[in-house]
């Protein structure tokens, strides 16, 4: 059972995550084992491939499959909205309350 050089830099984590597996630990598995961490290496890079072999080998998956990563990646955080004073709006009889950019350089650091 021999690893690839795109995952040689992750040979330890393999073999730790290959011990501690459970399940079948067959040729077949092997392939597979080693066929996933190839696509998630191709898709998102190889620090990904570590973490997953590292939250393998820590939670005692069976296997570690690109599928499983996007199905339970972490979410990027929601982008929470400006909190802004209610006296930063402008409001100008042409265009209403304004919500862009104040142009005054005095209030610029205030709101």
Do not use: C
Not at 35 to 59: F, T
């Amino acid at each position: 059972m021999s690893i690839p050089a795109e995952l040689e830099p992750q040979s330890e984590l393999i073999k730790e995550f290959w011990k501690v597996k459970k399940g079948s630990k067959g040729q077949t598995a092997w392939k597979l084992l080693i066929g996933e961490l190839e696509k998630i290496r191709a898709a998102y890079g190889l620090p990904v491939v570590g973490e997953q072999l590292e939250l393998g080998i820590n939670g005692k998956w069976q296997g570690v499959t690109l599928k499983n990563y996007e199905q339970f990646k972490p979410k990027a955080a929601a982008k929470e909205p400006e909190h802004r004073h209610p006296a930063s709006r402008v409001f100008t009889a042409a265009k209403g309350f304004d919500d862009g950019p104040t142009t005054n350089p005095a209030l610029e650091g205030l709101f």
